[in-house]
């Protein structure tokens, strides 16, 4: 091949060109053909084949995490069943509107069991929430510090439900020499809650 025939060569007559430059020419076409065909055609599709690969581990997975909920399923519709149970049990701790309005009474048969002399039993608002309503009670006792916390130690027994927030307790007044000067007094809040029933719920909170 004569690289002068190469650069000197024109297009128009390279059918008249010696076998070795016509064999470059060729090569070259291929090449360049070749070239053309992997970064048009092969590319893209070895891309679109990385994102299907991907796209086939995601689903892949999303299978997987089906399955072993599938094979979970009876033992979270037990759970459910017993967490069912469970809240059953505590809405029948939660007495009804009649039950509800005796409850303090319990509280207060609590205090006087325990020694304690009821100064106070006021009620306050009642809240009412999804399935049930909140009923508090501010409570004023006079008892010796024993006897103080054995009553909320008994009302946390009662059948019932009933919490006490806040408790405030104060020595008694010096001043009245006819008491105990070993008494306390003790301001506390008690709460009791009651199931609401159908034709309250959904109701204004």
């Known amino acids: 091949m004569d690289l002068n025939e190469l650069r000197n ?5 390279v059918g008249l060109a010696s076998l070795g430059t016509r064999l470059v020419i060729f090569i070259f076409v291929f090449i360049l053909i070749a070239g053309a065909a992997i970064y048009f055609d092969t590319l893209p599709q070895k891309e679109q084949l990385e ?6 581990q995601s689903l892949l997975q999303t299978v997987d995490s089906k399955q072993r909920l599938a094979a979970n399923l009876e033992a979270y519709q037990a759970q459910i069943k ?10 029948r701790q939660l007495p009804n509107k ?9 509280v207060a048969q609590t205090s006087l069991s ?4 009821n100064e106070q039993i006021r009620p306050g608002g009642e809240v009412k929430h999804d399935f049930y309503a909140e009923m508090t009670y501010h409570l004023l006792l ?8 054995q009553f909320i130690s008994d009302t ?7 919490t006490l927030h806040n408790p405030a307790i104060q020595p008694q007044n010096a001043n009245a020499v006819d008491e105990n000067p070993r008494q306390l007094t003790m301001g506390i809040q008690a709460k009791t809650y009651r199931y609401l029933e159908s034709d309250e719920q959904g109701g204004d909170q």
């Open 9 to 13: 060569l024109d297009f128009q007559t």
């Open 51 to 56: 994102r299907a690969q991907r796209e086939e």
């Open 82 to 91: 017993e967490m069912e149970t469970r809240f059953g049990e505590l809405l």
């Open 98 to 106: 009649r039950e509800a309005e005796n409850l303090i009474d319990n």
């Open 114 to 117: 325990n020694g304690l002399k």
């Open 142 to 149: 006079r008892g010796t510090y024993r006897e103080l916390t």
């Open 156 to 162: 946390a027994n009662l059948p019932r439900i009933v």
